[in-house]
């Protein structure tokens, strides 16, 4: 099947090169010209693992084209919408700028029976508004959200846990949803749950999966702040209310928090529609769930700052991961660079390495010092903060070889992700969050 995709950002390139993957001819289009002009040359404008390649495959086999000219979506049978909704500049609510300029680009290249299919995250009721003006084309409009995780968002597109496709009432719908099960062939034949709704319920689902992470990371982070004044241990905590089925234990692991470009501005966008739609108390809980996660950063901040005696002025602080997550070079409000930033802030000589996302964060916060070798990056540093759990430190970075650089044995585990027993061993003064 022809398809295209407009916008060629993350979501967009990787949903490009997936399709390409499993067989269609695929144009990805995009208004910025020097993000085409990388794409173009099979080269990934941002670290993903797994991208790289099945870019170069599909440039190759010539399944795979970008272009800056969206007369190019002419004759595809889908068009995914996968532009930003980044939070408005004045408020907590979705800018939908992108969402209507791709859209309104789009529509004089519409055919019959083609499908528009977003992608995009937006708040609720933004699809029926879009196919007021989808529709007279003749084409259909269909809400199809992303689920991907990043460092995982290759194999989240060509495997996912569930496909969603809210689709208009009646005949027209379910020739969209059989369209949509060509397109996705190889998850439909593995028998990948398939979910046929509304508008409405299909935008839900992804903002509503949003909320509940985020708020799992919170909850488990507000433990760790009772275990700081009790004496409890938070991870040992977690591991317990894990076994339960009902609980599960992904995603309680207390630290300084989510960032990204997903977590933090969706929960904000959902508060914001739900004022906007008169029920903001049902998710007034959604604005603790933000303090909570901000108040980690504050904390790991503090625990540095104590661990030194009360100032890190003029003190060399080594900061390991610039990056909001490991194998991702992703820094949209990113914890380690806001804990990075605020100890600059306070006077201290901060450090910064990271395996992927140091060029991205030297654009942001040039006034911080980068290092990409780790070792140069401990030598002489009177404090460690792990603020990316990348495996690198996390199961490479021997204690024994760290305590022979630094100046002092002191590290902070903003991640609770280190062998707190073996870094007490090589005799490091350890501080986790929520840990004793």
């Known amino acids: 099947m022809k398809l295209s995709v407009i916008g060629c950002g993350y979501l967009g390139a990787v949903h490009a090169a997936a399709m390409a993957s499993i067989g269609h001819e695929v144009v990805g289009i995009d208004v910025d010209e020097s993000k085409i002009a990388t794409l173009s040359k099979g080269l990934a404008p941002f670290f993903e693992p797994g991208l790289q390649e099945i870019l170069e495959e599909g440039i190759a086999s010539g399944r795979l084209s970008f272009t800056t000219d969206m007369s190019a979506a002419s004759g595809a049978k889908v068009h995914f ?73 290759v194999q989240d597109t060509v495997d996912p846990d569930r496909l969603v496709a809210g689709v208009p009432a009646g005949e027209e719908g379910e020739t969209a949803a059989d369209i949509l099960r060509e397109v996705y062939h190889p998850s439909v034949a593995k028998n990948t749950p398939f979910i046929v709704t509304d508008y409405a319920t299909a935008e839900l689902v992804k903002v509503s999966a949003n909320a509940f992470l985020a708020t799992k990371i919170s909850f488990i982070n507000a433990m760790a702040e009772i275990a700081e004044v009790t004496g409890a241990d938070v991870t040992q905590l977690a591991d317990a209310i894990g076994h339960d089925a009902r609980i599960g234990r992904r995603f309680l692991g207390a630290g300084i928090g989510f960032g990204g470009g997903c977590l933090p501005k969706d929960i904000r966008a959902f508060s914001a529609r739900a004022e906007e739609l008169g029920r903001g108390e049902s998710v007034n809980f959604l604005r603790e769930v933000d303090a909570i996660n901000l108040r980690r950063r504050d904390r790991a901040v503090e625990l540095v700052v104590d661990a030194l005696g009360g100032t890190v002025f003029e003190k060399k602080v080594a900061v390991l991961g610039a990056a909001f997550k490991p194998h991702s070079d992703d820094i949209r409000d990113s914890p380690a660079l806001d804990v990075a930033v605020r100890l600059k802030g306070l006077g201290a ?49 021997a204690p024994e070889h760290a305590a022979s650089l630094v100046a002092n044995t002191i590290v902070v585990d903003g991640r609770n992700c280190l062998d707190a027993a073996a870094w007490r061993d090589a005799g490091w003064t350890y501080f986790g969050m929520g840990r004793p």
Not at 100 to 114: F, I, K
Not at 135 to 148: I, Q, R, S, Y
Not at 353 to 363: F, Q, S
Not at 373 to 381: C, G, M, V
Request: proline share 7%.
């Open 81 to 153: 919408i996968g532009v930003g909704t980044p939070q408005q500049k004045d408020g907590y609510a979705a800018d939908l700028t992108y969402v209507n300029a791709a859209v309104d680009g789009l529509l004089p290249y519409l055919a019959p029976g083609d499908i528009v299919a977003g992608k995009s995250t937006v708040p609720v009721g933004t699809a029926a508004n879009l196919a007021e003006r989808v529709t007279p084309t003749g084409a259909t409009l269909v809400w199809n959200p992303e689920f991907l995780r990043e460092g995982f968002a």
């Open 349 to 397: 000589d901060v450090v910064v390495t990271d395996p992927a996302a140091i060029e991205n964060a030297k654009r942001v916060h040039p006034q911080l010092t980068y290092n990409e070798d780790l070792d140069e990056t401990l030598r002489d540093a009177d404090a460690v903060i792990v603020v990316t759990e990348w495996d690198e430190w996390r199961r490479e970075l």
